[in-house]
Every structure is written in structure tokens, then in C-alpha cells.
């Protein structure tokens, strides 16, 4: 049985040890899919942007004027009758999102409001991440919202796309992740957010799909490890690799567009009830090209 690293936090060890116990190690090659960058055990934040082009030699690229989530909706390889649907204000969202400006708004379940003070106190100011506000958000909070590419330097290629959203009112980093596709073993193409924690992540793998009234449908709702949904993986002190597939705790982004009014909706549940909910509206910044 693997070991977590010792030199950490007590929280983290447990943390850590509690994926080994009752996850599966898992093969570098054969989870190409699902791998992605760890964080240090000093805080991960704004530091971990430094840290993953130091660990990949790549440089953070500020020349780029384009700092989309997605270079292309062409990416999601949807089919054709979808692309033709979805909406193109949500296509713009995405490939051009330091474009936008976000308000946050959040609702809790109030019987289950103890999950999110929970993570707070344990992990989000020590980690410098997942800083999810623990009262209800009536009035629209401003976020940060910043796009950082790191690219190669021979080859000028786009190797990393980080999305960072603070609270502008504290700095407080709400999320930092790492974005990017991924084939499943099926072949479906997904989105995979990648949130760098103490020798491991959380990742949530999310599936697109195109609604009746052209909104973008991001669900991680599978049901086993190989399909969409959360994980927690692991680097354990000997550097083998564990994952947790999380099959109750499920993540859904729903992105519309109506009279050129863009809002996203992400719910998220544990056993089927509703923890969270966000809703963010999205603005458009006058930019001069």
C-alpha cells in the first residue's frame, strides 16, 4: 500500500492517505486522459502558475491578445447540427474569456452549508484555493477574471491554459485550475478542469452538449472511472500515482445567451441533493483593437 508524503500539513496526510485507501493506484500510460499537473505543499493560488512553467520550461505568454478557455468550440468536437445551434455569444465566451467581465452570485443548501465551512476552514486559505463564500450571495460579486497561457519557446505552442477568478473585494482566490480537452476511453471529447492541491488535484471532467435554445451543457454526471466526473488524484511519497473517482458528488454548467445577455448556472450536488448553486453574469468589456 503507498504512503503519502510525510513533510505536509496533517490535513493534507490524511487527505491523502484517505484517496490511497480507498482508491486505486493507477498506470501513467494508460490514464494519460486523466492526468494532469500537482501542486507543491506551500500553497498553490497565484504561486502555482510560476511553479507548473518553471516544472514544464515554459514561459507565461503576455504578447497572445486571444486568451480564450478554448482556442476553437471546434475543440469540443461537436457534431454539426449542434455547433450550428449553439449560440454564438457563448462561442465568443470561450474563445475570447479575458474578454468578459464576471459577477458571482451564490446560493447554499442551508442543511448543507457544513461541507462548505468545512473546506474552508481546512484547506482554502491555507491553499489558496476553492475560497468558496460560505453565505449567501444576494448582490452580484465581482470576480477577476484572468487567462494565462504558457507556452513553448521553440515551438511558440499554447502547452497550458490557466483560468484564475478571485473576489476583487478581498483577492481571495476563488478557483485556479488548469483547462484543457481530454478523450476519454470511449473517445468522447470533454473539458477537463484541473485544480492543483498538495501533491495531487481535483479534476472534473465535463461533457459538453448543445441544449434546444443553443446553451452550452457542461455534466459530469458518469457513473465510473473512464467517464466524466470528479476526481481526486494523488502522488504518493514513493511518486506512484492514485486516483478517487467521486461517483456522488456531480458538477453542471449550463452557459446561455439571451438578448445578448450571457449567464451561467452551476449547480452542484452530493447524492443527488443540491449543495450549490452559482450563478454568474457574464459582461463583455469595450475593447479597442
Same mark, same amino acid.
Request: proline letters at 2%; aromatic letters at 10%.
Given at each position: @500500500?503507498?504512503?503519502?508524503?510525510?513533510?505536509?500539513?496533517?490535513?493534507?496526510?490524511?487527505?491523502?492517505?484517505?484517496?490511497?485507501?480507498?482508491?486505486?493506484?493507477?498506470?501513467?500510460?494508460?490514464?494519460?486522459?486523466?492526468?494532469?499537473?500537482?501542486?507543491?505543499?506551500?500553497?498553490?493560488?497565484?504561486?502555482?502558475?510560476?511553479?507548473?512553467?518553471?516544472?514544464?520550461?515554459?514561459?507565461?505568454?503576455?504578447?497572445?491578445?486571444?486568451?480564450?478557455?478554448?482556442?476553437?468550440?471546434?475543440?469540443?468536437?461537436?457534431?454539426?447540427?449542434?455547433?450550428?445551434?449553439?449560440?454564438?455569444?457563448?462561442?465568443?465566451?470561450?474563445?475570447?474569456?479575458?474578454?468578459?467581465? *464576471?459577477?458571482?452570485?451564490?446560493?447554499?443548501?442551508?442543511?448543507?452549508?457544513?461541507?462548505?465551512?468545512?473546506?474552508?476552514?481546512?484547506?482554502?486559505?491555507?491553499?489558496?484555493?476553492?475560497?468558496?463564500?460560505? %453565505?449567501?450571495?444576494?448582490?452580484?460579486?465581482?470576480?477577476?477574471?484572468?487567462?494565462?497561457?504558457?507556452?513553448?519557446?521553440?515551438?511558440?505552442?499554447?502547452?497550458?491554459?490557466?483560468?484564475?477568478?478571485?473576489?476583487?473585494?478581498?483577492?481571495?482566490?476563488?478557483?485556479?485550475?488548469?483547462?484543457?480537452?481530454?478523450?476519454?476511453?470511449?473517445?468522447?471529447?470533454?473539458?477537463?478542469?484541473?485544480?492543483?492541491?498538495?501533491?495531487?488535484?481535483?479534476?472534473?471532467? *465535463?461533457?459538453?452538449?448543445?441544449?434546444?435554445?443553443?446553451? *452550452?451543457? *457542461?455534466?459530469?454526471?458518469?457513473?465510473?472511472?473512464?467517464?466524466?466526473?470528479?476526481?481526486?488524484?494523488?502522488?504518493?511519497?514513493?511518486?506512484?500515482?492514485?486516483?478517487?473517482?467521486?461517483?456522488?458528488?456531480?458538477?453542471?454548467?449550463?452557459?446561455?445567451? @439571451?438578448?445578448?445577455?450571457?449567464?451561467?448556472?452551476?449547480?452542484?450536488?452530493?447524492?443527488?441533493?443540491?449543495?450549490?448553486?452559482?450563478?454568474? %453574469?457574464?459582461?463583455?468589456?469595450?475593447?479597442?483593437?
Amino acid at each position: @500500500m503507498g504512503i503519502a508524503s510525510k513533510n505536509q500539513s496533517i490535513q493534507d496526510w490524511i487527505t491523502q492517505q484517505w484517496v490511497i485507501l480507498f482508491g486505486q493506484r493507477i498506470d501513467n500510460d494508460k490514464y494519460q486522459w486523466l492526468l494532469g499537473p500537482y501542486g507543491g505543499t506551500k500553497g498553490i493560488g497565484i504561486k502555482f502558475v510560476e511553479q507548473l512553467a518553471k516544472e514544464e520550461n515554459l514561459v507565461i505568454d503576455s504578447q497572445r491578445k486571444k486568451q480564450g478557455l478554448l482556442d476553437s468550440i471546434l475543440n469540443l468536437r461537436l457534431s454539426e447540427i449542434e455547433l450550428k445551434k449553439l449560440s454564438q455569444e457563448v462561442i465568443d465566451f470561450y474563445e475570447n474569456t479575458s474578454n468578459y467581465d *464576471l459577477l458571482l452570485k451564490a446560493k447554499w443548501n442551508p442543511f448543507l452549508k457544513i461541507f462548505g465551512t468545512l473546506i474552508k476552514s481546512v484547506f482554502s486559505k491555507r491553499i489558496e484555493q476553492l475560497n468558496v463564500p460560505i %453565505e449567501n450571495l444576494e448582490d452580484a460579486s465581482g470576480l477577476t477574471n484572468e487567462i494565462i497561457k504558457l507556452v513553448d519557446t521553440k515551438t511558440n505552442e499554447v502547452k497550458r491554459t490557466i483560468w484564475i477568478r478571485t473576489f476583487k473585494s478581498t483577492g481571495q482566490v476563488v478557483y485556479s485550475g488548469v483547462y484543457e480537452t481530454c478523450s476519454l476511453p470511449n473517445k468522447q471529447i470533454c473539458i477537463k478542469a484541473i485544480f492543483p492541491l498538495p501533491n495531487g488535484n481535483a479534476t472534473v471532467i *465535463l461533457t459538453p452538449s448543445v441544449g434546444k435554445n443553443g446553451e *452550452l451543457i *457542461l455534466d459530469s454526471s458518469g457513473q465510473r472511472i473512464g467517464d466524466s466526473g470528479f476526481y481526486f488524484l494523488l502522488r504518493d511519497s514513493k511518486g506512484q500515482l492514485w486516483s478517487k473517482f467521486i461517483k456522488s458528488f456531480k458538477d453542471k454548467l449550463v452557459v446561455k445567451s @439571451m438578448n445578448d445577455r450571457i449567464t451561467a448556472t452551476q449547480t452542484l450536488t452530493l447524492w443527488n441533493l443540491k449543495i450549490l448553486e452559482f450563478e454568474y %453574469e457574464i459582461k463583455k468589456l469595450h475593447t479597442i483593437e
